[in-house]
């Protein structure tokens, strides 16, 4: 299965790190050892000094499907979760400015942490939901997916183009503002309409 993550997806975000707004999506990838096993802490890697969260809404893959319209797309996918896109920020600073890729900053072993689906018909309207984080009981993150640059139809369109969409394939929809560095003993909490969905210790 694949991990599709989407950059630059909400306007704030784009703004807070003072970075242009796409014209297109910005997709990049994450292999399936980033994901961070059920139950399990997330562990900062000795590599970097600086790694930040990142909540944002996941599409769970369910029917196989190649240059999907964006009419069609809501075909293929009936669940959603909640997940974090873990980021060594310097790691990937230090990449940027060499015009490197910066797949070792976001692919890394446990840097995807997904919580439980939920299916699309309990979550009702879901333009209009809410999803939040909190960091040590502090809500960090608020974000709804009415407010993304490019919607999850309209991501499932543009990504198809390129790589076949298989049944379990993720697709994470990018994240608002309020991103930030995460320290040992941490806890964060990932909630969709009030509801939590992951919850999990840094160590």
Known sequence: MKIICVGRNYADHVKELKNEVPTEPVIFLKPETAILPKRNPFFIPDFTNDVHYEAELVVRINKIGKNIQEKFAYKY?????????????????????????????????????????????????????????????????????????????????????????????????????????????????LMLNNKTLLKLNVK
Do not use: H
């Open 77 to 189: 996918y009936d669940e959603v979760t909640l997940g974090i896109d873990f980021t060594a920020r310097d790691l990937q600073q230090k990449l940027k400015e060499k015009g490197l890729p910066w797949e070792k900053a976001k692919g890394f072993d446990g840097s995807a942490a997904v919580g439980k689906f939920v299916k699309l018909s309990d979550v009702g309207d879901l333009n209009r939901a809410e999803f939040t984080l909190d960091k040590n009981e502090i809500r960090c993150q608020t974000g709804y997916p009415k407010d993304m640059i490019f919607s999850i139809n309209k991501l499932i369109e543009y990504v198809s183009q390129y790589f076949t969409l298989k049944i379990g394939d993720l697709i994470f929809t990018g994240t608002p503002a309020g991103v930030g560095a995460v320290a040992k003993d941490d806890t964060l909490q």
